[in-house]
């Protein structure tokens, strides 16, 4: 039926339009892994520039550090963590609305930021031409998507139906939705080999109360950098990806 939710849409929908307080407390203040956002996004929080855009920013889980470096704005599909991001942020502005679809000016902001939003659409190159196109000149674009050669990641693509579409995400694939846009500089690697801290302290699955103590953290940590010895940079849990815009 013609307007009718396709079932991509619908699955994301449902897991994502209620506001998950307990994710964002466990991402922003949990224990032990609060720590692990702050390394995966200190090299971009390095480079940012005001005015920044989150697209799909939710709670604010990322919003809550961008927003120590830069004048921001967040846009999301879901008013519910949107409510939940505004409660907690109040220094951002915040406004619904569709990633593809945007309600901002061609070359609005210096710095453009999505993480974990390319595999939930049911476009992603009509996300990143959105992002490119309300970029400014020289302006910068951060990506962070998972990767799909990463046996973490691979298994949570097994364990949620929603997070099914990380099965593409790989260094290839960012590489080919950034390919031939109005971009220079273009930088794609590869970041957090093994994470064990997101499976062990993780809020749901895991035992979070570890993350206090000195002594299962050090284990946790020296486990870590063992098996990151061992993986191959290919296969590490995130792809990051940076470029400028281009003046033409």
């Not at 945007?102 to 959105?130: S, Y």
């Not at 080999?193 to 302290?201: I, K, M």
Request: with cysteine.
């Amino acid at each position: 039926m013609p307007g009718a939710e396709s079932e991509f849409a619908k699955v994301q929908r449902e897991y994502f339009e209620e506001a998950e307080v307990d994710h964002y407390e466990w991402t922003t203040s949990g224990p032990g892994f609060a720590e692990t956002e702050d390394e995966l996004l200190e090299p971009f929080l390095e480079r940012i520039e005001e005015p920044c855009l989150e697209m799909g920013c939710g709670e604010g889980n990322n919003l809550f550090r961008l927003v120590r470096r830069a004048r921001c704005f967040g846009v999301d599909l879901f008013p519910k963590k949107l409510d939940f991001a505004a409660s907690r942020l109040p220094e951002a502005r915040l406004a619904v609305a569709d990633v593809a679809r945007m309600p901002f000016a061609d070359g609005t902001f210096r710095t453009v930021f999505i993480r974990d939003v390319l595999h939930h659409v049911p476009e992603p190159r009509r996300v990143v031409e959105e992002a490119v196109r309300v970029l400014q000149p020289g302006g910068l674009l951060c990506l962070l998507e998972p990767n799909a050669r990463n046996p973490i990641v691979q298994l949570q693509t097994r364990l949620v139906a929603a997070e099914a579409g990380a099965r593409v995400s790989r260094p290839e694939h960012i590489a080919r939705l950034l390919a031939e846009l109005p971009l220079r500089d273009v930088e794609i690697t590869t970041r957090q080999p093994l994470p064990l801290r997101r499976l062990v302290y993780h809020y749901q699955v895991g035992f979070p109360s570890l993350g206090a103590m000195a002594a299962p953290r050090a284990l946790v940590r020296w486990s870590e950098g063992l098996l990151g010895k061992l993986l191959p940079r290919s296969r590490w849990s995130y792809v990051a990806a940076a470029a400028r815009r281009t003046h033409a």
